[in-house]
């Protein structure tokens, strides 16, 4: 059975332009605890949502697992990494904004513990992040900007945490 995962890397580090240059490589670099006890848990065969995180947040194209977890012999702080291979770039990037905006990801990893590298996807979720890259993205009506929690807020309210400080 195929297990699905969500791999995140800064795009300004390894992007997936580069894994499509490349073909393959070997992901690694992974040091949190919780993340390492998945890489650890992939397998051959098992499929991955490529993220970019840092400015872009979005799912940007899959990923298959072409070898089995392995201690990282590069690495002094004992990491692991696996070896993986592109797939198929999204017909379009899948944001974070969206994410966060459909009720359908509800419990979804990655919006629970969002700074971890290597999540595991749900079927459901996965078909959900397959299902997106379909969708026409809804144009931001005008008076609106998104913020970063994917919520549309007028203009005229102002952002949550912004106003004058307080000294305590």
């Known amino acids: 059975m195929t297990a699905h995962w969500l791999v995140k890397q800064e795009p300004s580090s390894y992007s997936w332009a580069d894994l499509e240059k490349d073909g393959e490589t070997e992901w690694d670099g992974v040091h949190n605890a919780l993340a390492l006890h998945h890489i650890r848990a992939m397998a051959p065969g098992d499929l991955a949502m490529f993220y970019h995180s840092g400015d872009e947040r979005s799912c940007v194209g899959i990923l298959r697992v072409v070898r089995g977890p392995r201690p990282d012999p590069k690495d002094a702080r004992a990491s692991w990494s696996v070896k993986v291979g592109r797939v198929r770039a999204l017909r379009r990037p899948v944001t974070l904004a969206e994410i966060r905006a459909d009720p359908g990801f509800e419990g979804f990893a990655l919006l629970r513990i969002s700074r971890l590298s290597v999540i595991p996807v749900s079927k459901e979720h996965w078909a959900q992040l397959l299902a997106h890259e379909s969708m026409a993205l809804e144009p931001v009506r005008a008076g609106t900007r ?23």
């Open 146 to 168: 998104a913020g970063r929690t994917g919520r549309a807020k007028t203009s005229a309210s102002p952002a949550r945490g912004r106003g004058p400080k307080r000294r305590r």
